[in-house]
């Protein structure tokens, strides 16, 4: 652990990215019938606070599904191996589903999970949204349906995005220079 907060540049600000979240959800609004519910999963513990504040904003009855994934460890890179803390979810039967997940990057994560749900939660309809998207980093043919920013390849911290389990907190994004 070589980081401190006072190296921290801000990428995003609160504001910012409580308004392009807003936008997001006005989005997803506009594509799902309001009277139809949709599940909800997210994905621990990076998703937590784009998650809290995306559903605040949704209009149709949600669902909410929660599960735990990670393919980093203590580092600035991608372990290439998935683990599942817990990935126990219901049938799902016949739902709108949608995963919500902070970041994609090589897409491994993403690629594990959609494939997870729609093998084993026999769902009408899996859907993907993000708040970032590492597009130049991608190693998996994943798309995702509903995506907040596009960012280049440095590594951020901040609305529940970690280094070392630390800066979730934060209202903001950060990265270290
Ligand atoms: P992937 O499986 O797509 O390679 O990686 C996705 C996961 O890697 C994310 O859920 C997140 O936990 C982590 N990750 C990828 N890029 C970043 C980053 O820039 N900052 C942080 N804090 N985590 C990242």
């Excluded at 817990?86 to 902070?102: A, F, G, Q, R, Y």
């Excluded at 708040?131 to 960012?151: Q, S, T, W």
Aim: aromatic letters at 12%.
């Amino acid at each position: 652990m070589d980081k401190n907060i006072k190296d921290l540049k801000i990428l995003i600000d609160s504001n910012s990215l409580h308004k392009r979240i807003k936008e997001l959800a006005d989005k997803i609004n506009s594509k799902y019938n309001e009277n139809e519910p949709l599940t909800l999963i997210c994905v621990l513990r990076g998703a937590v606070m784009f998650y809290t504040e995306l559903v605040k904003h949704l209009k149709m009855p949600v669902k909410m599904e929660f599960v735990s994934l990670s393919s980093y460890g203590d580092n600035f890179k991608s372990s290439g191996k998935v683990k599942s803390f817990n990935l126990s979810l219901p049938t799902l039967k016949d739902e709108n589903v949608m995963i919500v997940e902070d970041i994609i990057d090589t897409g491994l994560t993403l690629d594990f999970l959609m494939k997870f749900v729609k093998l084993n939660c026999k769902a009408k309809d899996v859907k993907l949204a993000v708040l970032f998207d590492k597009k130049c980093a991608r190693k998996f043919d994943i798309e995702p349906d509903f995506i907040a920013y596009e960012i280049d390849d440095k590594f951020i911290v901040g609305f529940g995005l970690d280094y070392c389990g630390l800066y979730r907190n934060l209202d903001y994004i950060g990265y270290f220079e």
